[in-house]
């Protein structure tokens, strides 16, 4: 079992920039890959980013290549996303997750994949 909480969200004008945290608790936070997802009014959950747990290999959406950057802290029990050069369509909440199978590269876009998630934390983006 693994309790994760988001912090960092607020409101932001867009070209500007957020870096949101997720502290993990409970059992021992490297045996879990972790991902970003986020979910926008009136639309699914979709994922942002994720990073492995064994080599700390980074995977992100098309949408935000190049101005997300998802990383872990394993002292700290945390993974970040920083956001930069945010844009309106970046508005959602966001929530980290926590998997701990044996396939995560093909698992690893996948929400219902996931076996743990924090409670979210809104960003808005103003344009």
């Known amino acids: 079992q693994v309790q994760l909480v988001e912090s960092g969200g607020g409101l932001v004008q867009a070209g500007g920039s957020l870096r949101l945290s997720c502290a993990a608790s409970?059992?021992?936070?490297?045996?879990?890959?972790m991902g970003w997802f986020r979910r926008a009014p009136g639309e699914e959950r979709e994922f942002v980013a994720a990073i492995r747990r064994n080599d700390g290999n980074t995977y992100y959406a098309d949408s935000v290549k190049g101005r997300f950057t998802i990383s872990r802290d394993s002292a700290k029990n945390t993974v970040y996303l920083q956001m930069n050069s945010l844009k309106s369509e970046d508005t959602a909440v966001y929530y980290c997750?926590?998997?701990?199978?044996?396939?995560?590269?093909?698992?690893?876009?996948?929400?219902?994949?996931?076996?743990?998630w924090g409670q979210g934390t809104q960003v808005t983006v103003s344009s």
């Open positions: 997750a926590a998997y701990s199978g044996m396939y995560f590269y093909i698992a690893l876009k996948r929400p219902s994949a996931y076996d743990y």
């Open positions: 409970g059992r021992t936070f490297n045996t879990y890959d």
